[in-house]
C-alpha cells in the first residue's frame, strides 16, 4: 500500500508586506504562520511524514518551538533559488523513506488555512488514480487582460478555467522525474503537464486561500477562528 508524505517549501520570503522577516514567520492567530501550514499536515493521519524545505541561510526557524506538530515533522535546510528547486531537493531529502509508488502532497507554506476534510477529499479522489492531481477551484470572476498602460485590453473567456491550489498530489518517482527534466516550472502540476500527464482537479474552496499580501492575514485568521468554534 503507498504510503502519503508532504513537502512544503518555505525557502522564499514572498514579502509584499514590507517587513523584514519573512512572510512563513509573520504571527497568526497566536503563531507563526507556517505553524499552521505544518500542523495541518501533521494532524492528518494519511500522511506519514512531513518535511518542510527551509533556505540553508534561514535564522527564524530555530527561534521557534516546534515539539508541539510531533514526531512526523523533518527539517531540511536546502531550499533551492525557486519553489521548483526547493521541491526537487525536499524529494531528494526523502528519498531514503520514499519509494516510486508513494504519494507525495507538495503544500505551500504561505496556505495556512487547510482543512482535513479538503485533505481527505484529495487523498480519495487520488487514490487510484493513474496520474495525480491538485486542489482546485473554478474561476468566478470575469477575466480582464491588461495593456502596458494598466487598461483593459480584453476580456477572457473564464469557462473551463480553474485556480490552482495546494496540496499538489502525485507519485514520489514520477514528480521527481517531472522536475529534474522541468526545472522552471511555477507548480508540480505544470511539470506533470509539461511530462505529458494530465493532472485531475480535485474541488476545493476559497477558504484554502495563500497569504500575499497584507489583508490575506486578517482573513486566515478569520477562517481559522471559525475552524476552531
Not at 89 to 97: E, H, K
Request: aromatic share 6%; net charge negative.
Amino acid at each position: 500500500m503507498p504510503r502519503h508524505y508532504a513537502i512544503v517549501p518555505a525557502a522564499g520570503s514572498g514579502s509584499r508586506f514590507g517587513a523584514e522577516m519573512p512572510k512563513q514567520y509573520l504571527p497568526l492567530a497566536g503563531k507563526p504562520l507556517i505553524y499552521h501550514t505544518l500542523a495541518a499536515l501533521c494532524r492528518c493521519s494519511r500522511i506519514d511524514r512531513v518535511w518542510v524545505v527551509l533556505s540553508p541561510d534561514d535564522v527564524w526557524w530555530r527561534t521557534y518551538d516546534w515539539a508541539c506538530l510531533g514526531p512526523k515533522l523533518e527539517t531540511v535546510f536546502c531550499g533551492g533559488a525557486t519553489r521548483a528547486g526547493s521541491v526537487a531537493n525536499g524529494l531528494l531529502a526523502a528519498q531514503t523513506a520514499a519509494a516510486d509508488e508513494d504519494w507525495v502532497l507538495v503544500h505551500d507554506a504561505a496556505r495556512p488555512c487547510l482543512s482535513q476534510a479538503m485533505l481527505d477529499a484529495l487523498c480519495d479522489a487520488l487514490a487510484d488514480d493513474p496520474v495525480g492531481g491538485l486542489l482546485a477551484v473554478p474561476v468566478a470572476d470575469t477575466l480582464k487582460r491588461a495593456d502596458a498602460g494598466q487598461r483593459v485590453a480584453a476580456t477572457e473567456p473564464r469557462d473551463g478555467l480553474w485556480q490552482a491550489q495546494t496540496p499538489q498530489m502525485f507519485r514520489y518517482g514520477v514528480l521527481l522525474k517531472a522536475l529534474a527534466s522541468h526545472p522552471g516550472v511555477t507548480d508540480e502540476a505544470g511539470a506533470i503537464e509539461a511530462a505529458g500527464l494530465k493532472p485531475k482537479l480535485v474541488r476545493a474552496d476559497a477558504s484554502n486561500l495563500k497569504v500575499t499580501y497584507p489583508a490575506d492575514l486578517h482573513l486566515a485568521a478569520l477562517i481559522l477562528q471559525g475552524a476552531h468554534e
